[in-house]
């Protein structure tokens, strides 16, 4: 399915205890008009891992909710992904384009601070998440924030769609399509808040603030 304007991405730090309250709250922002998921939660076995990803798969209706999936190429088929994304640690985009066939799109994290060889790995990927645009806890110490300037002079050389990520806000959604990205991606922003409202109503805020399906 085509990409949507507005990823959330999962917590990254679920346990087998939490995933029952990420799926709540999952919900509420699916049925709020959340257009695209990301999963990645590195901590649980496969096993766990499979068994969450289908969960959220029902209640992301293929072909209405973009699902994608950060690394487990070997697992992303089964699981009825749109998407397998891959970070810096990941496999690189070639041999994951391997694994999981054309079926599948590859998007990849990719950072301001990418050196020429790191940049060449860009072009076998799909789509790109850009960031950090802000100051965000995730990076912190890692990586410098590079503002929406910085994401403009990404999208100016990418040659495939770019998602904003990093501390973006809903006041950030405009700013961020005007530097020609695609949309933007939010961690803690949406799926990260407390409850299955909070979740529901920031879904409304962002969609409000122009981050709408294509």
């Known amino acids: 399915m085509d990409l949507p304007r507005l990823i959330a991405l999962s917590p990254g730090d679920l346990e087998g205890e939490r995933c029952p309250a990420f799926l709540e709250r999952l ?3 699916v049925s709020a008009g959340l257009p695209g998921v990301l999963v990645r939660e590195a901590r649980l076995s496969d096993r766990e891992w499979v068994a969450l990803a289908r969960e959220v798969r029902a209640r992301c209706e293929p ?3 973009w699902l994608g999936v950060h690394d487990r190429a070997h697992l992303a ?3 009825g992904a749109d998407a397998l994304h891959l970070g810096f ?3 690189d985009p070639g041999r994951a384009r391997a694994v999981v066939g054309e079926g599948l799109a590859l998007g990849l994290s ?3 601070e990418d050196d020429e060889p790191t940049r060449r790995r860009w072009s076998a990927a799909d ?3 850009h960031g950090p645009v802000r100051e965000t806890p995730s990076k912190q110490g890692l990586c410098a924030a590079l503002g929406f300037d910085g994401l403009a002079r990404a999208v100016s050389v990418a040659g495939r769609p770019v998602f904003g990520i990093g501390g973006l806000r809903p006041e950030d959604v405009e700013p961020a399509r005007r530097t020609g990205a695609h949309g933007i991606a939010v961690l803690g922003g949406i799926l990260g808040r407390a409850t299955p409202g909070r ?4 879904t409304v805020e962002y969609l409000a603030s122009g981050a709408t399906r294509p």
């Open 77 to 79: 088929c089964h699981v």
């Open 89 to 91: 640690r990941s496999l």
């Open 127 to 129: 789509y790109l998440f």
């Open 63 to 65: 072909g209405v909710v």
């Open 199 to 202: 979740a529901r109503d920031a």
């Open 27 to 29: 919900a509420a922002a």
């Open 110 to 112: 990719t950072h301001a």
